[in-house]
Nanobody, 116 residues
């Protein structure tokens, strides 16, 4: 059973930085695409960034140049380094895991709040 545990959320002032982590267990981590999505109040869950098993990355236009996704296969962990944070980045951030062998899984979410 795949389990994802997120950490690193919190309250930060606009212009600040945070790093989110998502640790996976029970997985064949190295073959999976990992990612981060976010959901703001009253809005649908939306893509933030993804990273494939080969290291290819994809970002939402709204975070390009400010956020960086990375992974450490030895630690089975994916990271989201967030910089130049804006109030509109406030949301619950969800870790995403997908592989053809194991299926798709979501973490429980971690709150990020950016104050103006």
């Amino acid at each position: 059973q795949v389990q994802l545990v997120e950490s690193g959320g919190g309250l930060v002032q606009a212009g600040g930085s945070l790093r989110l982590s998502c640790a996976a267990s029970g997985t064949i981590f190295s073959i999976a695409t990992m990612g981060w999505y976010r959901q703001a109040p009253g809005k649908q869950r939306a893509l933030v960034a993804t990273i494939t098993s080969g290291g290819a990355t994809n970002y939402a236009d709204s975070v390009k140049g400010r956020f960086t996704i990375s992974r450490d296969n030895t630690k089975k962990t994916v990271y989201l380094q967030m910089g130049s944070l804006k109030p509109e980045d406030t949301a619950v951030y969800f870790c995403y895991y997908a592989s053809l062998v194991e299926g798709t899984y979501w973490g429980q979410g971690t709150q990020v709040t950016v104050s103006s």
